[in-house]
């Protein structure tokens, strides 16, 4: 015959111990929290205190529940047997918020819930053992199985309450879970006692050594268990407050290194890291990546006129133009001064980036409204694809090679990047600097061509053609290094030492006794010289020269556009009473109007044509309507780039006047020239001799 313990549920004890399990849940779940964010060992002793703050509630429960029991005298414990009942309940704690940190699943939440509710079922059997009685408590195993349950059940839905698709720092998640989970405590801990069956004539052990008083425990359990758990609770509380806002500054230092402040769009930094990141999966699925660097046109102009803070809202403004155009998939960021970065990572194809670009280039070039004044900006863009345009630690700056090449097509333009691009601007740089220094090391030197008289054969005058020496890339043509120094302004330098150059050269011809006329060539920027009719005149006069000697070669294109302001350097030029030459005519939409009211004398038949001249029969019309129109001008007609005696026949015939070529001789330095002159060389026996020191020409020499 057995005889169980009558388990009295006693309302006031079970609210008792609930209210120190949820506390003790709460305390736990809240300390849990905080391990996914903390450092290692923070983490690690959140973690104990947690199994610690369980290990409590748990123990606390048990003695609270136990107390209200009718035992058969004063109860008292085996003190080992505590111990180890509180280091399985914490031991328990700990493995289960491991289960817990890792990966959610409803296995492992499952699993989880199972560790601690077999933790806490064996934590309550042993401070059951613990109890001192005599014969030994026995058990109801279908009862201890449904404990069991109870706490798999409660657990479970606890962690599910509370850790959503990921565990980790969600507090407010906390208070329900918390409930849940101090509610399953106390009743595992009932139904495990509910579990036992205490043999009949059972006695209470008392006073034994190694034993402790179930009153001080039950005391220990009702004051101090709350007091520990509630400063467990605060402790985690504030270090959770202080680490909160630890990491609002963290990513208020994070937003602020990572944003351009004036437009609040990522920074380049941030750019490069999604960059970084993109390529990555870009390589992974075999994708592309289009960069685009945006460059606003004449951001410069609007500082100076209107002040930076204009400069500044037409910034802000483009990049919320911009940031409007842009889908989720891409990004925009600024990389500083007028510059925008576009990364576009939808796997675009070149043709998908070019209208990318355009679309934005519109965008862009709609008017826009700062400080009730209507700005209107351009952009140029330039684009490297990614992997065919280089590793993606290339592709900022091959982007922003392929962007000074559409800002040199004259802007408003996009340009993708081509193999070449980047050397390229190195050469040019490199070439730049030498030729800084080519006038003053004298590097540059006047070659001379001659010109033809058609009809007769004789030499009517030379055209002065640059060549610059340089010491390690050889002769260097003016076709190379002449746009480079109309880009970086170097011309008018270049362009002063020529006309200083060639005066001096026909005053030492014309002490030689020598009649030379020069022509020479003047670039469309230093047609915007204002002083250069000044310039020239007084190079005239250093050097005793009349300006009848001097011819001024300009291009079609420039001398017939109309809407040019170079034009009143021209007619400065013509009153100066230098010859003016319209250069390279035939290849530009000439504007007759223009030609006509030009005060030129001179055309040159561009050289193309004329290569053309004895195979199409559309250059030997152009020609042909060219000479004609110069006949019918009043102007003189040279035909430049002979080279053959068919070319020289038909030129003649169709009626030129005047021929220059390597049919007669290529340009040479001064001295080969009058060596070439007086010795009357070249492929073809021509008296030069007779035309150079004859008056065959009225020109007037001082
Ligand atoms: P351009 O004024 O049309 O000069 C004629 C060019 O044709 C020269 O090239 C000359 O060497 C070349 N040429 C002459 N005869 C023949 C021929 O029979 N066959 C072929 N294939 N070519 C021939 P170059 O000296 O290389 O000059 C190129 C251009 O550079 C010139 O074209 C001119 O626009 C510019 N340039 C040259 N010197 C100066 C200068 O001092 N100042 C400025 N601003 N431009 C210059
Ligand atoms: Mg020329
Ligand atoms: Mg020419």
Not at 19 to 30: E, K, R
Not at 267 to 293: G, I, P, T, V
């Amino acid at each position: 015959m057995t005889q169980t313990l009558d388990w009295a549920l006693r309302v006031d004890l079970l609210a008792a111990a609930t209210a120190v399990a949820v506390l003790a849940a709460f305390a736990t779940l809240t300390l849990w929290s905080g391990v996914a964010a903390a450092e290692r060992g923070a983490a690690l002793r959140r973690r104990i205190s947690a199994g610690v703050a369980l290990a409590i509630g748990a123990m606390s429960t048990h003695f609270i529940l136990m107390s209200g029991q009718p035992l058969p005298g004063s109860p008292a414990y085996d003190g080992l047997a505590l111990i180890a009942a509180f280091a399985l309940a914490a031991f328990g704690a700990l493995l289960c918020q491991t289960l817990l940190t890792t990966r959610a699943s409803p296995m492992r939440w499952l699993g989880a819930a199972g560790v601690l509710a077999a933790a806490l079922c064996g934590a309550s059997v042993l401070a059951l053992h613990a109890l001192a009685v005599e014969p030994h408590i026995g058990w109801r195993p279908a009862a201890l199985a449904v404990a069991l349950a109870v706490g798999v059940a409660g657990i479970g839905a606890a962690f599910w309450l509370w850790s959503g698709p990921r565990f980790g720092a969600r507090l407010h998640r906390a208070t329900p879970a918390a409930l849940l989970l101090g509610l399953t405590l106390a009743a595992l801990d009932v139904a495990v006692i509910d579990a036992t069956i205490l043999p009949a004539g059972s006695l209470i052990a008392a006073g034994q050594g190694g034993t402790l008083g179930g009153e001080a425990l039950t005391m220990l359990a009702l004051l101090g268990g709350p007091v520990v758990l509630a400063l467990l609770l605060l402790v985690a509380l504030l270090e959770d407050r202080f680490s909160g806002l630890l990491a609002r500054a963290r990513e208020e230092l994070q937003r602020a290194t990572y944003t351009d402040p004036l437009t609040r769009l990522p920074n380049r930094l941030m750019f490069e890291d999604r960059l970084k990141r993109s390529a990555q999966r870009a390589d992974r699925s075999d994708q592309r990546l289009a960069l685009l660097f945006i460059n606003l046109d004449g951001l410069k102009g609007v500082n100076e006129h209107y002040g930076q803070h204009v400069g500044d809202a037409l910034l802000r403004h483009v990049g919320q133009r911009l940031g409007a155009l842009c889908s989720g998939r891409e990004m925009l960021a600024r990389a500083g001064g007028d510059e925008f970065l576009l990364l576009i990572d939808d796997n675009p194809d070149t043709e998908a980036a070019a209208q990318r670009a355009c679309a934005l280039l519109a965008e862009l070039a709609r008017p826009c409204q700062i400080e009730q004044r209507e700005h209107v900006v351009s952009a140029s863009i330039g684009i490297a694809m990614y992997p065919e345009h280089g590793a993606v630690s290339r592709l900022i700056p091959h982007a922003a090679a392929a962007l000074s090449v559409a800002k040199h097509q004259g802007g408003a333009t996009h340009c993708f990047y081509e193999a070449g691009m980047l050397s390229g601007k190195r050469d040019e740089m490199d070439m730049l600097r030498d030729l800084r220094l080519a006038i003053e090391r004298g590097e540059l030197e006047l070659f001379y061509q001659p010109k033809i008289h058609a009809p007769s054969g004789e030499i009517t005058g030379v055209e002065a053609l640059m060549r610059w020496h340089h010491a390690q890339r050889g002769t260097v043509s003016p076709e190379v290094f002449i746009p480079i120094a109309e880009r970086y302004g170097l011309i008018h330098a270049i362009g002063n030492w020529l006309v200083d150059d060639a005066c001096r050269q026909i005053r030492a011809w014309r002490n030689q006794g020598l009649r030379m006329r020069v022509a020479i060539n003047l670039s469309v920027h230093q047609l915007h010289q204002p002083d250069l009719a000044a310039r020239i005149g007084a190079a005239l006069q250093r050097n005793r020269l009349d300006a009848q000697v001097l011819t001024c070669e300009i291009t079609e294109t420039l001398a017939t556009d109309d809407s040019h302001d170079a034009h009143g350097v021209i007619d400065e030029l013509a009153a100066l009473g230098v010859h003016l030459s319209i250069d390279d005519f035939g290849t530009g939409y000439s504007n007759l109007g223009r030609l006509r009211a030009l005060p030129a004398e001179e055309l040159k038949i561009d050289r193309g044509l004329v290569l053309d001249l004895a195979t199409s029969s559309d250059a030997h019309a152009i020609v042909d309507a060219v000479v004609k129109l110069a006949h019918a001008l009043g102007l003189k007609v040279v035909a430049e780039g002979v080279e053959t005696e068919t070319q020289q026949r038909l030129l003649r015939d169709l009626g030129c006047h005047e021929l220059q070529g390597y049919l007669f001789a290529k340009p040479m330095s001064a001295r080969a020239l009058a060596q070439w002159a007086m010795k009357q060389e070249g492929p073809r026996a021509i008296d030069f001799r007779a035309s150079l020191f004859g008056e065959t020409r009225a020109v007037e020499l001082i």
